[in-house]
């Protein structure tokens, strides 16, 4: 059974961190881009993070680049997204997911990505 489940999500000041987790199993994780979305509310899902099935490329969105950092361990089928400096404006559910295909052919196209968690909730908030 293919499964995508996030972790890490919470209640965080301005300026806080968190640290999520997307534990993958059922499928090859090894061969999987893995993007990372999320959605405020009344928002439209955005692409935030992506990173390729061996680790090498990585992909940010402007509104996080330089905060947050994605990584992968293939050995454990789990990504991360480490969120530094939070702010207010990243309050949203987050999302893990993974596409069989090249970082390139699938960047932030959400429609690409074929298997998708449930995602965590993050709130910023003093």
């Known amino acids: 059974q293919v499964q995508l489940v996030e972790s890490g999500g919470g209640l965080v000041q301005p300026g806080g961190s968190l640290r999520l987790s997307c534990q993958a199993a059922?499928?090859?994780?090894?061969?999987?881009?893995v993007g990372w979305f999320r959605q405020a509310p009344g928002q439209e899902r955005e692409g935030i993070a992506s990173?390729?099935?061996?680790?090498?490329?990585?992909r940010y969105a402007d509104s996080v680049k330089g905060r947050f950092t994605i990584s992968r361990d293939n050995d454990q089928n789990t990504a991360y997204l480490q969120l530094n400096d939070l702010k207010p404006e990243d309050t949203g559910v987050y999302y893990c997911?993974?596409?069989?295909?090249?970082?390139?052919?699938?960047?932030?196209?959400?429609?690409?990505?074929?298997?998708w968690g449930q995602g965590t909730q993050v709130t910023v908030s003093s």
């Open positions: 059922g499928f090859p994780f090894d061969y999987y881009s």
């Open positions: 997911a993974g596409a069989r295909r090249n970082l390139d052919k699938v960047g932030f196209e959400a429609h690409k990505y074929g298997y």
């Open positions: 990173i390729s099935s061996s680790g090498d490329d990585t």
